[in-house]
């Protein structure tokens, strides 16, 4: 049986022409076809982040932090914005685990690491 994602999958959706293995499979491939809308739509804004993230590195390398011709300079920058990145990425993997724990603390060290982000 194929899955039509607007009979099977709406809320409120009467299965009850199934048994109940069928109606746990309907319910089970309705998750992952939800999981795949999602990443679908989610994949162009994370790709619209990374992009910002470069592209205020690129700013700040060639505009205002001026003289690019200094490469111990230069070298000294790209190494802090790697470590920034990287230290920003490994605390919003700390939040999401710790967010099954407790929400709370999950998202106040997510807007810490936020602040942090735009303070650097």
Do not use: W
């Not at 990425?89 to 700390?94: D, S």
């Amino acid at each position: 049986m194929a899955l039509d994602y607007d009979t099977h999958c709406e809320l409120g959706a009467d299965l009850s022409a199934y048994s109940s293995a069928k109606q746990g499979e309907i319910r089970s491939a309705c998750t992952t076809a939800a999981t795949v809308l999602f990443l679908v739509y989610a994949s162009p804004f994370v790709a619209v982040c990374c992009n910002v993230v470069l592209c205020l590195f690129c700013f700040l390398q060639g505009v205002v932090l001026g003289d690019i011709n200094d490469f111990n300079r230069v070298q000294k920058i790209l190494k802090q914005f790697v470590v920034m990145v990287v230290l920003c990425i490994g605390g919003v993997y700390a939040s999401v685990n710790l967010s099954s724990a407790s929400f709370k603390l999950g998202a106040t060290i997510l807007a810490f690491l936020a602040a942090a982000f735009v303070v650097f």
